[in-house]
């Protein structure tokens, strides 16, 4: 990643984005949303924030932030929106736990990215469309 520099020197200019440090999903409901997160996805309560939010552990570095309370938007695979992708071991795998569970797919399958790469979309209880990517 190119870090703009400010006055030719080796220290980012106050204004350069230099990475992400969490993700935030914003639903309705709170409770269904961080059962699906928590229970189905397996992601680590960090802490609460508040009664109707609180912060997952993503790895060592990042975090999820899930907040309810929100108003829910349509959403749809073509919908102008902002995403993001979770690390997963098997795409497969992730896959058919959260079909079984009865989550709404978008793709009928994850989709070979190549090089042992596999995608797909799914949606979260509130409507987000969420991505992984893993092994086969």
């Known amino acids: 990643m190119p ?7 080796t220290t980012p200019a106050p204004s350069a984005v230099t990475g ?4 935030s999903v914003y639903v309705a409901d709170y409770q269904p949303a961080y059962v699906f997160y928590a229970d189905l996805l397996g992601l680590e309560k960090q802490y609460d924030m508040g009664g109707n ?12 932030y899930l907040e309810g309370g ?3 938007q349509e ?7 902002s995403s993001f992708t979770l690390s997963v071991p098997s795409a ?18 994850p989709m070979d990215m190549s ?13 987000n469309i969420i991505e992984a990517l893993g092994g086969k």
């Open 75 to 81: 959403t749809t695979p073509k919908s102008a929106r």
């Open 53 to 64: 939010a609180c912060f997952f552990k993503l790895g060592g570095e990042w975090g999820l």
């Open 70 to 72: 929100n108003t829910a």
């Open 20 to 23: 992400i440090s969490f993700v």
């Open 3 to 9: 870090i703009i520099m400010d006055n030719q020197s």
């Open 92 to 109: 497969g795998a992730l896959f058919g736990k959260l079909r079984a569970a009865g989550v709404k797919m978008v793709q009928t399958e």
């Open 115 to 127: 090089q042992g790469d596999f995608w797909f979309q799914f949606h979260d209880p509130a409507g």
